[in-house]
């Protein structure tokens, strides 16, 4: 099931994107751009949902058909390396909300300054480089704005809604003791809410408590 929905999310994602840069005309007036814009922003939060689920090695047992598919889901999220990833999502579940962690950021709990900071630690200039690389490669077929309105914005739609349900809201201050040792609180027991904000990670502390368990079975984790 893993690789099932590993593969149809990628697909998913890629066939929407192609669809968006040939037929959907850009333009504010047009509702019809929003939507899809949105949408595309969706599937890149899944995107990072499989390349994360692989980091866990829970797409598949087989462990390099694992990495391959969280490879290839991070590098089309934002021509992100995956070993890197992987290496820095340790360090969050072993020292959560803490100084040692890099998703956290103990001077500014403020959105914006810890989201900036939260990019400035992931960015890279290679990922920047291979990023405009593939804008000029896309820019020989598809025209700018397009690109901009179905490639561009959307990853950066996906990163707001990744950060906001998967880092800030179950993270940020104050600590209190029902977020025992991973520092973390969690949404309320609504699997379609759930779902549509971030593919089951608004119920964060259930997967810092069971980090093997996929995104696609974690609402199984939740009583209450």
Known sequence: MGILLAIIIILFWTAHLLYSLLYV?????????????????YLYTGLFITAHD???GTVSV???I???????????FAGMWF???????MLHHQFPGTEKDPDFN?????????WFGFMKNYVTWYQLIIMAVLFNLLAIIFPQPAIFAFWVIPAFLGTLQLFYYG???????????DM?????????RNHVKAMLTCYFFGYHHEHHLFPRIPWWRLYQTKEQ
């Open 25 to 41: 005309q850009t333009s504010i007036a047009n509702p019809w751009m929003w939507f899809h814009m949105l949408v595309q922003g």
């Open 54 to 56: 692989a980091m866990h």
């Open 62 to 64: 087989n462990r390099k």
């Open 66 to 76: 694992n990495n391959f598919l969280g490879w290839l889901a991070a590098f089309l």
């Open 83 to 89: 070993p890197r990833l992987r290496r820095k999502h």
């Open 106 to 114: 103990e001077r500014h709990q403020n959105f914006w300054l810890w």
């Open 167 to 177: 880092t800030y809201v179950p993270h940020r201050k104050p600590h209190t003791p």
């Open 180 to 188: 025992d040792i991973h520092r973390t609180r969690t949404q309320k």
